[in-house]
Antibody, heavy 118, light 113 residues
Framework: QVQLVQSGAEVKKPGASVKVSCKAS????????MQWVRQAPGQGLEWMGR????????HYAQSFQGRVTMTRDTSINTAYMELSGLMSDDTAVYYC???????????WGQGTLVTVSS | DVVMTQSPLSLPVTLGQPASISCTSS???????????LNWFHQRPGQSPRRLIY???NRDSGVPDRFSGSGSGTDFTLKISRVGAEDVGVYYC??????????FGQGTRLEIK
């Protein structure tokens, strides 16, 4: 069965970077695109960007341009999201979410809590 | 960017009664390929979102048939025919037609009266 297992919680200082991994199992990573979505405490869902896992092409939300990088390593069926220049309002749960049946959000990882605090 | 507006934002429902959530987009969600990429998600407290409905009206695997999606153009509805205790949480609509960016509604919190 399809599973997306994300890396563990992180605590970072302002200005630092964080890299979250999303290991896919039960299918080949390159079979479907991967979206990254975040959710600040008590808030709604915010789309960060998408990676075409076959070609590596990426599209990012304007609000993260220049700070976010999405990559993948097909040899280990894993996608990554790196966010730099962290600020306190980047404190959130970060999710990877795989497309399914040609539409976004079919399968989700368990989420990774990133806390930014001095 | 396409703005997604949900109503109501809070929905108290009696067990066994129906519930309905509306989602309106700021522009038509009909894609040039003929599909309408409007999805519905349910998020229980402390859990990841789960997709219930994709492309307006298609139920995902394992989703009970008491959930149904409908609509076209800019106006969409998620209906629950009989609300159960397991249905509490927040419901989000999402458009994937005009991206980037993909955009979500603000969320509708369903609670049991």
């Amino acid at each position: 069965q399809v599973q997306l297992v994300q890396s563990g919680a992180e605590v970072k200082k302002p200005g630092a970077s964080v890299k979250v991994s999303c290991k896919a199992s039960g299918y080949t990573l390159t079979g479907e695109a991967m979206q990254w979505v975040r959710q600040a405490p008590g808030q709604g869902l915010e789309w960060m960007g998408r990676i075409n896992t076959k070609s590596g092409d990426t599209h990012y939300a304007q609000s993260f341009q220049g700070r976010v990088t999405m990559t993948r390593d097909t040899s280990i069926n894993t996608a990554y999201m790196e966010l730099s220049g962290l600020m306190s309002d980047d404190t959130a749960v970060y999710y990877c979410a795989r497309d399914d049946r040609g539409s976004a959000g079919g399968y989700w990882g368990q989420g990774t809590l990133v806390t930014v605090s001095s | 960017d396409v703005v997604m507006t949900q109503s109501p934002l809070s929905l108290p429902v009696t067990l066994g009664q129906p519930a309905s959530i509306s989602c309106t987009s700021s522009q038509s969600l009909v894609h040039s390929d003929g599909n309408t990429y409007l999805n519905w998600f349910h998020q229980r407290p402390g859990q990841s979102p789960r997709r219930l409905i994709y492309n307006v009206s298609n139920r995902d695997s394992g989703v009970p048939d008491r959930f149904s999606g409908s609509g076209s153009g800019t106006d969409f509805t998620l209906k629950i025919s009989r609300v159960g205790a397991e249905d509490v949480g927040v419901y989000y609509c999402m458009q994937g037609t005009h991206w980037p960016p993909i955009t979500f509604g603000q969320g509708t919190r369903l609670e049991i009266k």
